[in-house]
C-alpha cells in the first residue's frame, strides 16, 4: 500500500491558516493520496523538524512567518533565482534523496494577483520588512515600479531591505523611513500591508485614515480576517483595496505545482474552497 504523502505549512502562529483547505481539496479533486497539515514551530523547533522530513514522508512545505528568512540556514538542495534575490523562501520541495529545495512563490503569486487586479503601481508604500514584504518589493520592482517607499518598525530590516534591493535594482528608487508618516501615502499609488500587524483584534491602525486618498489602492497581505482594519479605513475612505486571498491562492497554486509536477494544480477547485472558507472569516 502507498503510504499517504504529507504537506504542510510550518510558522507560528498557523491556526489561522486556510491553506490546508485549499490543498486538501486540491488532492482530493485529483485523487491523490496525500494530505496538508499545519506544523506549529517555534524558532528552537525548526532545525530538528527539518531534519526529519524524510523520516516523516513528508514531500513538501510551505513557510510563513517568522520562518521564511531563517529556514534558508537548513537548505542542502537547489536554491532558486527568486530564493537567492530574495534572501526568504516560502515552499520547500523534498526531493528522493532527501534533500531540499528551496522557492519563492510569494512573489510570484503576488505578481499574478496584482495582474488580475489590472495594477501597474509606480509609487508604493510598503508597512513591514520581512520576508513576505521582500518577495512583495521583488515583485513590484520585475513590475516596472519606479519608487517604494518601505517602514518597518525594526529599522535595521528595513534598511537591509533597503540596501539589498538597491544593489540589485538600482533602477528602481527604494528607501526606508523611520516613521510611518514618512511614507507619504499622497503621493502613492499603492499601499502594502506586509506585516502581521492586523491579523489581532487588539492590533492598532497604523496608518492615519485622513491620509488614504481615493488615487490609491490599499492591499493588505492578512487574509484572516478577511476585512482588517486599515481594509475598513480603506473603504470608508473611497479607496479600492484587497486583501491578501488572491495571493494566497496563486502562492498555493505554484508551490502545488512544484511538489507535485508534472500533474496540474486544480485553481478553480483551490480557488472556490478559499472563498467559501473566508466568508467564515471574521472582521478584524
Same mark, same amino acid.
Given at each position: +500500500?502507498?503510504?499517504? =504523502?504529507?504537506?504542510?505549512?510550518?510558522?507560528?502562529?498557523?491556526?489561522?491558516?486556510?491553506? *490546508?483547505?485549499?490543498?486538501?481539496?486540491? /488532492?482530493?479533486?485529483?485523487?491523490?493520496?496525500?494530505?496538508?497539515?499545519? /506544523?506549529?514551530?517555534?524558532?528552537? #523547533? &525548526?532545525?530538528? %523538524?527539518?531534519?526529519?522530513?524524510?523520516?516523516?514522508?513528508?514531500?513538501?512545505?510551505?513557510?510563513?512567518?517568522?520562518?521564511?528568512?531563517?529556514?534558508? #540556514?537548513?537548505?542542502?538542495?537547489?536554491?532558486?533565482?527568486?530564493?537567492?534575490?530574495?534572501?526568504?523562501?516560502?515552499?520547500?520541495?523534498?526531493?528522493?534523496?532527501?534533500?531540499?529545495?528551496?522557492?519563492?512563490?510569494?512573489?510570484?503569486?503576488?505578481?499574478?494577483?496584482?495582474? #488580475?487586479?489590472?495594477?501597474?503601481?509606480?509609487?508604493?508604500?510598503?508597512?513591514?520588512?520581512?520576508?513576505?514584504?521582500?518577495?512583495?518589493? %521583488?515583485?513590484?520592482? =520585475?513590475?516596472?515600479?519606479?519608487?517604494?517607499?518601505?517602514?518597518?518598525?525594526?529599522?535595521?530590516?528595513?534598511?537591509?531591505?533597503?540596501?539589498? /534591493?538597491?544593489?540589485? %535594482?538600482? #533602477?528602481?528608487?527604494?528607501?526606508?523611513?523611520?516613521?510611518?508618516?514618512?511614507?507619504?501615502?499622497?503621493?502613492?499609488?499603492?499601499?502594502?500591508?506586509?506585516?502581521?500587524?492586523? +491579523? =489581532?483584534?487588539?492590533?492598532?491602525?497604523?496608518?492615519?485614515?485622513?491620509?488614504?486618498?481615493?488615487?490609491?489602492?490599499?492591499?493588505?497581505?492578512?487574509?484572516? *480576517?478577511?476585512?482588517? =482594519?486599515?481594509?475598513?479605513?480603506?473603504?470608508?475612505?473611497?479607496?479600492? %483595496?484587497?486583501?491578501?486571498?488572491? +495571493?494566497? &491562492?496563486?502562492?498555493?497554486?505554484?508551490?502545488?505545482?512544484?511538489? &507535485?509536477? *508534472?500533474?496540474?494544480?486544480?485553481?478553480?477547485? +483551490?480557488?472556490?474552497? &478559499?472563498?467559501?472558507?473566508?466568508?467564515?472569516?471574521?472582521?478584524?
Amino acid at each position: +500500500m502507498t503510504p499517504l =504523502k504529507i504537506y504542510g505549512l510550518i510558522g507560528y502562529p498557523v491556526k489561522h491558516s486556510l491553506s *490546508p483547505l485549499m490543498h486538501n481539496t486540491a /488532492f482530493s479533486r485529483l485523487k491523490i493520496k496525500a494530505k496538508y497539515k499545519l /506544523f506549529p514551530l517555534k524558532e528552537r #523547533e &525548526l532545525k530538528s %523538524f527539518l531534519g526529519s522530513l524524510k523520516k516523516k514522508n513528508i514531500c513538501g512545505l510551505n513557510v510563513t512567518i517568522p520562518h521564511k528568512e531563517r529556514v534558508l #540556514e537548513y537548505i542542502d538542495g537547489y536554491v532558486s533565482e527568486g530564493v537567492r534575490a530574495i534572501g526568504a523562501a516560502n515552499t520547500i520541495v523534498v526531493d528522493k534523496n532527501g534533500k531540499l529545495k528551496a522557492y519563492n512563490t510569494d512573489y510570484s503569486g503576488f505578481a499574478r494577483h496584482i495582474r #488580475e487586479l489590472k495594477l501597474k503601481p509606480k509609487k508604493i508604500a510598503v508597512i513591514g520588512a520581512g520576508g513576505a514584504a521582500k518577495a512583495v518589493v %521583488f515583485a513590484l520592482i =520585475k513590475n516596472k515600479a519606479q519608487e517604494i517607499c518601505i517602514y518597518d518598525i525594526d529599522r535595521f530590516r528595513s534598511v537591509s531591505l533597503v540596501n539589498r /534591493f538597491n544593489e540589485l %535594482f538600482p #533602477e528602481c528608487k527604494i528607501k526606508a523611513v523611520a516613521a510611518i508618516d514618512g511614507l507619504t501615502l499622497g503621493d502613492k499609488d499603492l499601499l502594502v500591508n506586509a506585516s502581521p500587524v492586523g +491579523m =489581532k483584534e487588539a492590533d492598532l491602525l497604523l496608518v492615519d485614515p485622513a491620509n488614504l486618498h481615493k488615487n490609491i489602492f490599499v492591499y493588505d497581505l492578512i487574509y484572516n *480576517p478577511a476585512r482588517t =482594519k486599515l481594509l475598513k479605513a480603506a473603504k470608508e475612505a473611497g479607496c479600492a %483595496f484587497s486583501n491578501g486571498l488572491g +495571493m494566497l &491562492l496563486y502562492q498555493g497554486v505554484e508551490a502545488w505545482q512544484l511538489w &507535485l509536477k *508534472p500533474k496540474i494544480a486544480p485553481v478553480e477547485a +483551490m480557488r472556490a474552497a &478559499l472563498e467559501k472558507a473566508a466568508k467564515r472569516c471574521p472582521a478584524s
